[in-house]
T-cell receptor, first 111, second 113 residues
Framework: AQSVTQLDSQVPVFEEAPVELRCNYS??????LFWYVQYPNQGLQLLLK??????LVKGINGFEAEFNKSQTSFHLRKPSVHISDTAEYVC?????????FGAGTRLCVKA | DTGVSQDPRHKITKRGQNVTFRCDPI?????LYWYRQTLGQGPEFLTY????????KSRLLSDRFSAERPKGSFSTLEIQRTEQGDSAMYLC???????????FGQGTRLTVV
């Protein structure tokens, strides 16, 4: 069985500061990894994905994530956040037949 | 391609009533998923289809829930005898298969009063 753990339910950060949102996964098979972003009253949209190849992947809005197989992690980072980055960020793993999602991390960017 | 669409966007119903939601996936996607999301939580898997076949249903899903995908196109999710605990956002997603990158609709927000 697969599972995803997002240890931080909420991350407050000041504008222009760097941020890291943590994601750890468990899987017995090779995986594909995703980060989604959800703005208020909107659906989930894909931020970035790891399928194969380079372990550092870049996504939209200046976000990037690094796949670490030995630590079974896929942490999301941004060097300088904006107020507009305030949203819910959800990590997902897929390796079987369906994507499995974490509980999400609420990123709160303060001025 | 207009993406995944869900109807209705909002539904308020009285406890004990039946409700049905519709999802139209991206046309070339053969996989369709239903998830449920409550406040502060990530999407919880309910069920998925490969074309018209329902391949998996969550063990957490009550018998009051049923889903169909006739002809492998749109899908419906029905909840019978709704309970207050059914109040949530119901999300539909579709994909082409491996690697199962899911494209989501806007969701249907159900409120049971």
């Amino acid at each position: 069985a697969q599972s995803v753990t997002q240890l931080d339910s909420q991350v407050p950060v000041f504008e222009e500061a760097p941020v890291e949102l943590r994601c750890n996964y468990s899987s017995s098979v090779s995986v594909y990894l995703f980060w989604y972003v959800q703005y208020p009253n909107q659906g989930l949209q894909l931020l970035l994905k790891y399928l194969s190849g380079s372990t550092l992947v870049k996504g939209i809005n200046g976000f990037e994530a690094e796949f670490n197989k030995s630590q079974t992690s896929f942490h999301l980072r941004k060097p300088s956040v904006h107020i507009s980055d305030t949203a819910e960020y959800v990590c997902a793993v897929s390796g079987g037949f369906k994507p499995i999602f974490g509980a999400g991390t609420r990123l709160c960017v303060k001025a | 391609d207009t993406g995944v669409s869900q109807d209705p966007r909002h539904k308020i119903t009285k406890r004990g009533q039946n409700v049905t939601f519709r999802c139209d996936p991206i046309s070339e996607h053969n996989r369709l998923y239903w998830y449920r999301q409550t406040l502060g939580q990530g999407p919880e898997f309910l069920t998925y289809f490969q074309n018209e076949a329902q391949l998996e249903k969550s063990r957490l899903l009550s018998d009051r829930f049923s889903a169909e995908r006739p002809k492998g196109s749109f899908s419906t999710l029905e909840i019978q005898r709704t309970e207050q605990g059914d109040s949530a956002m119901y999300l539909c997603a579709s994909s082409t298969g491996t690697p199962h990158e899911a494209f989501f609709g806007q969701g249907t927000r159900l409120t049971v009063v």
